[in-house]
């Protein structure tokens, strides 16, 4: 996937760009303000100087401390200890003997007013610290809610692309960056740095000096190492590297507090940005297979019947032409035989895959299928030695026949089709062993015998549609769909098809299917009852 295009010039009215709205700590002070003060330390003084004799020092100097308090709570910190200055002055020059002087005579008189000066100092620190705290409070609630505002607008938009555009528009205007840029595992690299993030999972950091240093990790933040020009970041997800974020300042990579915070939570979302374009990338092709699947299913369909209306043909034709005693015939005969399996193979195959095969679930002992079976294979197997054993599996040892619930007529066909195959690849002087027994909530059928059995590497592919064994004849067997229909059809019932080598050579393939009992026969332990009431 290329790496994604630069967003137009065009700039999101919805997303902040200014990290700190909210004014500062120091605002600086108007000098309006500051003679409405001082008007009102003069104004306070000469009220209480017209009133001076009712008046004694404590409460002149609650009364100042009253006006310290209210200037340090309307004002700055500065404007505080001004006014504790100012109203410290004014209590010794009028209310201090000797009046209308900055001499104090009486030592206690230093002492009220140094107690005074202090208690304001001590006001104005302690609400500026309150003050101060509230307000950061304030900020950080704000820079959280612009944060959460942002990644919502950031990912909600419409493409995955879109929002790691996005991502890079806020972070290259917000920190003032020369280059900002989120590579995706596909996209064409331009710096080295960014490879060694993406393969070696850790930060990287490029000084201004051209020398390159690798972080200890992959956190999102830009680490105390002096005059960075920028830095690659593996985007991480779930120990997954999704992409790599690089950032360059040319002036240095230097960010504030705040402006840290802004740059790890963006690349939070530049990381799930750059996995929900991975998502999507994989959704869309396993969209695409899926497609592709179902085509070929259909074409599988459509062919395969198109097919048989001329094998019936043949097949007919043929057989009207060895009447009259060609023996040609008898071999076009065969051969649309065989032609006709295996189309019919086909179609079933795609049913299958397309879960159009219907079933009709009967309760049936295992020895009507076994019986089954042996007639309807008797024609290949030619009179070969089949051993067959039947086990009740009775708890008490008596003698009980084992029950199953499945599809006769596909269950026959997969028993079959592991006969043909003990058969057709397995020495003809050797027997085959046909067995089955009760385990559980299982019918267990087993088909045994001595051939080569198959290579353990290629055991599960030998389910996979149209596998031959490497090396195999053409001529031998059919087109390697057998086996794949087969387990398909045990698994439609609830059951499974496996193949194990047997210890002393050959193979053993175990077909098992839900096991059934019969109305009114004790339940084991462990045992389902499905199928008691069919
Ligand atoms: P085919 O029509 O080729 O027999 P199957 O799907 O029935 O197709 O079998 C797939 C392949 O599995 C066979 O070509 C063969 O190589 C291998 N196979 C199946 N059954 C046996 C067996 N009893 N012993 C050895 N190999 C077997």
């Given at each position: 996937?290329?790496?994604?295009?630069?967003?137009?010039?065009?700039?999101?009215?919805?997303?902040?760009?200014?990290?700190?709205?909210?004014?500062?700590?120091?605002?600086?002070?108007?000098?309006?303000?500051?003679?409405?003060?001082?008007?009102?330390?003069?104004?306070?003084t000469a009220a209480m100087w017209s009133v001076r004799v009712h008046l004694d020092e404590a409460h002149v100097a609650l009364t100042y401390l009253l006006l310290v308090l209210v200037g340090s709570v309307r004002g700055s910190r500065a404007r505080g200890v001004a006014l504790a200055f100012l109203s410290f002055l004014c209590f010794n020059f009028f209310f201090l003997p000797p009046h209308y002087t900055l001499l104090v005579r009486d030592a206690r008189d230093w002492m009220v007013l140094f107690t005074f000066l202090a208690v304001a100092g001590v006001a104005t620190h302690l609400i500026h610290r309150a003050r101060t705290e509230a307000e950061e409070a304030r900020r950080r609630a704000a820079e959280v809610n612009r944060l959460a505002s942002l990644g919502a607008e950031t990912l909600s938009v419409g493409r995955a692309e879109e929002a790691l555009h996005a991502v890079e528009h806020v972070l290259r205007a917000t920190l003032r960056l020369d280059a900002c840029r989120i590579y995706l595992p596909d996209a064409e690299p331009d710096a080295e740095a960014v490879v060694i993030a993406a393969e070696q999972g850790v930060g990287v950091v490029e000084r201004v000096d051209g020398t390159r240093r690798l972080l200890p990790d992959a956190e999102p933040r830009i680490p105390h190492?002096?005059?960075?020009?920028?830095?690659?970041?593996p985007l991480r997800v779930r120990e997954r590297t999704v992409g790599v974020l690089r950032i360059a300042r040319a002036d240095g990579l230097e960010l504030d507090a705040g402006e840290q915070r802004f740059f790890t939570a963006l690349s939070y979302y530049a990381a799930l940005g750059a996995e929900r374009v991975r998502l999507a990338a994989e959704a869309e092709r396993a969209e695409a297979l899926r497609e592709a699947d179902r085509l070929k299913d259909a074409v599988i369909a459509s062919v395969s019947h198109d097919l048989r209306t001329p094998?019936?043909?043949?097949?007919?034709?043929?057989?009207?032409?060895?009447?009259?005693?060609?023996?040609?015939?008898?071999?076009?005969?065969?051969?649309?035989?065989?032609?006709?399996?295996?189309v019919a193979d086909l179609l079933d195959l795609s049913r299958l895959n397309?879960?159009?095969?219907?079933?009709?679930?009967?309760?049936?002992?295992?020895?009507?299928?076994?019986?089954?079976?042996?007639?309807?294979?008797?024609?290949?197997?030619q009179g070969r030695d089949v051993r067959v054993s039947v086990d009740g599996g009775s708890a008490d040892g008596g003698d009980t026949m084992p029950l199953g619930r499945f599809d006769f007529v596909h269950s026959l066909r997969v028993l079959v089709n592991l006969l043909e195959n003990a058969h057709k690849y397995s020495p003809p002087g050797t027997p085959i062993e046909l067995s089955a027994s009760r385990d559980g909530d299982r019918l267990v059928f087993r088909v045994a015998d001595r051939g080569p059995g198959i290579p353990p590497a290629e055991a599960e592919h030998a389910f996979a549609p149209f596998y031959r064994a490497r090396g195999a004849q053409p001529d031998v067997g059919g087109a390697g769909l057998g086996l794949s229909i087969a387990r398909r059809l045990a698994e439609a019932q609830g059951g499974s098809l496996h193949y194990a080598p047997r210890p002393d050579g050959g193979s053993v393939f175990t077909f098992s299917l839900p096991a059934a009992d019969l109305p009114g026969e004790p339940v084991e332990p462990g045992v389902s009852q499905e199928g008691t009431n069919a």
């Open positions: 996937m290329p790496t994604p295009q630069r967003m137009p010039a065009q700039r999101n009215p919805a997303i902040p760009y200014s990290l700190f709205p909210i004014p500062s700590l120091f605002p600086i002070p108007s000098p309006l303000s500051w003679l409405a003060w001082i008007t009102a330390t003069a104004a306070l190492v002096p005059e960075i020009a920028a830095l690659s970041l094998l019936t043909t043949i097949k007919a034709l043929a057989h009207d032409i060895a009447a009259e005693g060609d023996g040609r015939a008898a071999d076009i005969e065969d051969e649309a035989d065989r032609l006709n399996r295996f397309a879960d159009a095969v219907e079933l009709r679930p009967e309760v049936t002992p295992a020895e009507d299928l076994i019986g089954a079976a042996l007639q309807r294979a008797s024609g290949t197997l």
